[in-house]
Nanobody, 115 residues
Framework: QVQLVESGGGLVQAGGSLRLSCAAS????????MGWYRQAPGKQRELVAD???????NYADIVKGRFTISRDNAKNTVYLQMNSLKPEDTAVYYC?????????WGKGTLVTVSS
């Protein structure tokens, strides 16, 4: 099992920035990527960004140029730097780590962007 714990959410004005963190513990050796999904009220969960153990990144088109994902392998932590935030970025952000049959998930952290 892998445990994922998110932090860094909160309330920010449009145009502002936040940095989310996701710390992984447990059987870290069993995963080779981590990332972030988000779910806005009344909408489906959607991929935001992910990063492999080797550092390859992938972003949703709607966040490209505004969000940056990074990782600190020594700390088993993944970060999501979110800049130029928009009200439509308001959502619960979930850290995830894919493995063979599915994904490990964190409990989520709420990001609210006011206009």
């Amino acid at each position: 099992q892998v445990q994922l714990v998110e932090s860094g959410g909160g309330l920010v004005q449009a145009g502002g920035s936040l940095r989310l963190s996701c710390a992984a513990s447990g059987k870290i050796y069993s995963i080779n990527a981590m990332g972030w999904y988000r779910q806005a009220p009344g909408k489906q969960r959607e991929l935001v960004a992910d990063i492999t153990n080797s550092g390859s990144t992938n972003y949703a088109d709607i966040v490209k140029g505004r969000f940056t994902i990074s990782r600190d392998n020594a700390k088993n932590t993944v970060y999501l730097q979110m800049n130029s935030l928009k009200p439509e970025d308001t959502a619960v952000y979930y850290c995830y780590a894919p493995y063979g049959p599915g994904n490990y998930w964190g409990k989520g952290t709420l990001v609210t962007v006011s206009s």
